[in-house]
T-cell receptor, first 117, second 117 residues
Framework: AQSVAQPEDQVNVAEGNPLTVKCTYS??????LFWYVQYPNRGLQFLLK??????LVKGSYGFEAEFNKSQTSFHLKKPSALVSDSALYFC???????????????FGTGTRLTIIP | DGGITQSPKYLFRKEGQNVTLSCEQN?????MYWYRQDPGQGLRLIYY???????QKGDIAEGYSVSREKKESFPLTVTSAQKNPTAFYLC????????????????FGEGSRLTVL
């Protein structure tokens, strides 16, 4: 069975410093990996995804993530944190599927990122 | 603007009552999903629908029901059989990739918070 681990429930970073939110996964075959962000009492918003190709993917709001197959990781990064980046971040994984759906998507438990002014 | 509209945003229910959560999308997406979010947990899939008049159980379907009579609408009913219905419910649709394999990201509504008194 596939799984996603976000080992840190809470990450605190000073404004202007680089940030990293960690994610490791387990899935059969080549993974499809996603990051979503959730602001308080809101739905999730898509940030970025890795399907194939370059291991470093860039997404919305200056975020990027690096796919590391040997370490089965997909950590989210940003060079300089903003107070507005404070939110709940979810990593998600699915196996490649050929039918038109994403019901095999598994979410991590989320990491609360707080940027300290 | 295109998007997903969930209503109501907040809902209170007495034990033993059924309640229906609305989800409407104008994105022309075929696939739609209902997730449940509890504090400290990832999103869990309740039901999904890949096309009109068809839907499938997700990981935690017991105590819930859905319908998909129109492409735009995917309402969720929380029945009295659901033992712990207090949660944040999220509706999503899948942005298609256009390829043979699904690589699309999910678009989420703003969520509905259900509290059972």
């Amino acid at each position: 069975a596939q799984s996603v681990a976000q080992p840190e429930d809470q990450v605190n970073v000073a404004e202007g410093n680089p940030l990293t939110v960690k994610c490791t996964y387990s899935v059969s075959g080549n993974p499809y990996l996603f990051w979503y962000v959730q602001y308080p009492n809101r739905g999730l918003q898509f940030l970025l995804k890795y399907i194939t190709g370059d291991n470093l993917v860039k997404g919305s709001y200056g975020f990027e993530a690096e796919f590391n197959k040997s370490q089965t990781s997909f950590h989210l990064k940003k060079p300089s944190a903003l107070v507005s980046d404070s939110a709940l971040y979810f990593c998600a994984v699915s196996p490649p599927i050929s039918n038109f759906g994403n019901e095999k998507l598994t979410f991590g438990t989320g990491t609360r990122l707080t940027i300290i002014p | 603007d295109g998007g997903i509209t969930q209503s109501p945003k907040y809902l209170f229910r007495k034990e033993g009552q059924n309640v229906t959560l609305s989800c409407e999308q104008n994105l022309n997406h075929d696939a739609m999903y209902w997730y449940r979010q509890d504090p400290g947990q990832g999103l869990r899939l309740i039901y999904y629908s890949q096309i009109v008049n068809d839907f499938q159980k997700g990981d935690i379907a017991e105590g819930y029901s859905v319908s998909r009579e129109k492409k735009e609408s995917f309402p969720l009913t929380v029945t009295s059989a659901q033992k712990n219905p207090t949660a944040f419910y999220l509706c999503a649709s899948l942005r298609p990739s256009g390829g043979a394999e699904n690589t699309g990201e999910l678009f989420f509504g703003e969520g509905s918070r259900l509290t059972v008194l």
